[in-house]
């Protein structure tokens, strides 16, 4: 990347940069907070996604959601105009009233609740922003856990497909929540915000030019240069290595997953580009380490740890247990792991 891209990296928050991190790599990514900033955390993402990047975005609180409610709100209109086909749209915005009848033919309802439409082009929107998704019953999370799958959704009316580009993001509820397993797992980063970070765009400290600061053709350059990123036999070794050590470390039980494997190489390949770089350094991938495993890793208690099945002490175990963080965890793990020069 030239120089005046490396000058416009330097202006972002942390925020913007993790964003552009999961847009690279091309992975969904958490955000957590304290929770009386929650509310801050996702209108700055919803402001960052628009300002800095450009993108349409469908913001969504998944607390009392229904399923359908989550489908309807995940939809913004298409910008593609279709002349050849007539629409008509009721004026009055409203959902379709309880226990409706659908029409047998000719007509279906609208994204309105009309039922002159004969086309819902629709589609889902580049970045989703879903507050309290950990919250949000298990029909929710498994629609969600779909929409990841196979980028597309059903309503009662249309199917409705998702961009290459497009982003999930979950702000969740408070720290260290934790979604559906399955749900979990397809996120490839998580990022933890602090307090003190502030919020650059909410307050108002940002530049507004009215034109975003990363173009989509610049974020679509990116994810090339990240799939053309070296990755050398000694670095991938040593990131293999690392999810090895990580497995058998004694303070984990679980959530090293293969997915898990595939997002580290992906996030470690995206962040070469952005430091200027065309292979992945060691200093890389201890960095994606941070990104893609905090949220997935499940630690042991002083009831499950592994040596008690071999007559360690119990209290000496629930001693040393005492205190450790999933960041401890990593820390000790990547400290472990003999880098290569």
């Known amino acids: 990347m030239d120089d005046q891209f490396q000058e416009r990296l330097q202006t972002l928050s942390d925020l913007d940069l993790a964003i552009l991190v999961s847009l690279a790599s091309g992975q969904h990514c958490i955000f957590s907070s304290a929770s009386n900033i929650v509310k801050e955390l996702r209108d700055e993402l919803h402001l960052s996604c628009k ?36 629409e008509h749209r009721d004026s009055t915005p409203g959902l379709r009233p309880p226990n409706t009848p659908y029409s047998s033919r000719g007509h279906s309802p609208s994204r309105f609740g009309s039922f002159n439409n004969t086309l819902d082009d629709r589609r889902i929107a580049d970045v989703i922003i879903a507050t309290n998704l950990d919250l949000a019953g298990p ?43 399955h749900l979990n ?14 919020f650059p765009h909410v307050e108002g400290i940002t530049n507004k030019n009215g034109t975003p600061a990363f173009s989509r053709e610049e974020i679509r350059s990116l994810r090339l240069q990240a799939d053309e ?23 984990v039980k679980g959530g090293i997953t293969a997915t ?26 201890t960095l994606a380490v941070k990104k893609v495993y905090p949220h997935r890793l499940v630690l042991v208690t002083a009831e499950n740890e592994r040596t008690l099945l071999w007559g360690s002490d119990p209290t000496a175990v629930e001693e040393m247990l005492r ?15 003999d880098t290569p020069l």
């Open 185 to 198: 797992d397809m996120f490839g980063m998580s990022h933890f915000h602090e307090e003190e970070d502030g």
């Open 139 to 181: 029909n929710v999370q498994v629609q969600a856990l779909e929409l990841l799958r196979t980028k597309r959704i059903f309503t009662r009316t249309a199917m409705h497909t998702a961009s290459k580009d497009f982003l999930f993001v979950v702000v969740a509820s408070k720290p260290n929540a934790r979604l559906s397993h």
């Open 260 to 285: 898990a494997t595939r997002h580290l190489r992906a996030v470690a390949k995206a962040l070469a580009p952005l430091h200027g770089l065309d292979y992945v350094s060691p200093s890389l991938v």
């Open 51 to 86: 300002e800095t990047f450009g993108l349409q975005t469908a913001v969504v609180d998944c607390l009392k959601t229904t399923v359908d409610e989550f489908s309807e709100a995940i939809l913004v209109d298409n910008d593609d105009a279709f002349e050849d086909v007539p």
């Open 323 to 337: 205190g450790v963080t999933v960041e401890d965890v990593i820390d000790d793990v990547v400290g472990s792991v």
């Open 229 to 251: 990123a070296r990755l050398t036999a000694e670095v991938d070794a040593y990131l293999h290595n690392i999810v090895v050590f990580m497995r058998q470390s004694r303070y």
